[in-house]
């Protein structure tokens, strides 16, 4: 038996070496391979690091070709004046509205440069939707937990916010694209400065604890949201503006409801936490239909109690 085992040992090293010859062998002959397929899939994030810092070069390489167009032409001002000749007045005239043009389009440039930096760098104050135009996703954890940034507006181009991307962010203003789809996981996690939320029409999905532990006090729910998820301990929610008259709901992994409308004029916002035995155990926040503001239902907070 005892020979048997140091058989078994002996053979099962010689099994694991092989392997490890086998994987570094293929290592070694590919390595370039392999770090290419790295190179050539980057994260998303790295993604629109890549694409932020390919438009910063791109504006710098206008800016280099505005200012050689701008220093030839006063190069040719100089000379011009210097000749002093009645006759070309009115090419001095031109010319030098040419300048007053390019100097307009530099410091343009250069205020982007300068503004595409501070994304880069994370150190933005605030952030328009111009700065952004063309990205078509916010990347995971873009923002996050960022103590500089007070504005946000995201472009039109934006469908999808990724997890965690502005979680923490201390900004108190924020726009939403009107084509947005998605907000993944704690996206906007912990607003605890914007008082006003708008979800647009586009939104059909928000991940959970999109907008957990925020300081809205209304918020306004869009048409086409068909999961909704992430609004619990909302505080100083006062008024909800509902388009819809479909269920919103969504359980998470503990099967805790974090929020659903109901089409029988009541909108529940639970504050709920399990310990294991499937009861509801914190307050709920309780909406009840006010009125009607066009195509929007209006729900103010009339009670709290326990579900």
């Excluded at 008082?195 to 729910?221: H, K």
């Excluded at 936490?273 to 709920?284: A, P, Q």
Aim: aromatic share 10%; hydrophobic share 35%; net charge negative.
């Amino acid at each position: 038996m005892k020979k048997l085992n140091i058989y078994l040992t002996s053979l099962i090293c010689v099994l694991v070496l092989s392997v490890m010859a086998v994987v570094g062998f293929y290592i070694g002959e590919n390595y370039e391979n392999i770090n290419a397929w790295i190179t050539n899939n980057p994260t998303e994030a790295q993604k629109q690091n890549d694409e932020l810092t390919n438009r910063l070069n791109s504006t710098n390489e206008e800016l280099k070709s505005l200012t050689k167009q701008r220093d030839a032409i006063l190069d040719e001002l100089a000379k011009l004046k210097a000749n002093g000749r009645e006759e070309d007045r009115q090419q001095i005239a031109t010319l030098q509205e040419s300048v007053e043009s390019l100097n307009y389009q530099i410091s343009e440039k250069e205020n982007v440069i300068t503004r595409l930096r501070s994304i880069i760098n994370s150190t933005a104050v605030d952030i328009t939707a111009e700065d952004l135009e063309g990205m078509t996703k916010v990347p995971d954890y873009f923002f996050f937990n960022n103590n500089t940034l007070r504005s946000l507006e995201l472009p039109d181009s934006i469908t999808d916010v990724g997890v965690g991307a502005f979680s923490g962010v201390m900004i108190h203003s924020l726009t939403l694209s009107n084509n947005l789809r998605t907000i993944e996981v704690n996206a906007f996690k912990s607003l605890f400065y914007v008082d006003e939320l708008v979800l647009p029409d586009s939104l059909e999905r928000t991940g959970s604890g999109a907008f957990d532990n925020c300081n809205f006090r209304t918020i306004t729910i869009g048409s086409s949201v068909n999961t909704l998820s992430g609004f619990t301990n909302l505080s100083k929610l006062e008024t909800l503006y509902v388009r819809s008259s479909v269920i919103y709901g969504k359980l998470n992994s503990n099967n805790i409801l974090s929020y659903i409308y109901t089409p029988d004029e009541k909108v529940y916002v639970l504050k709920t936490i399990d310990d294991g035995s499937n009861e509801w155990l914190n307050n709920e926040t309780y909406f009840t239909k006010s009125t009607e503001e066009g195509e929007y239902n209006v729900y103010t907070k009339v009670a709290y109690g326990f579900y």
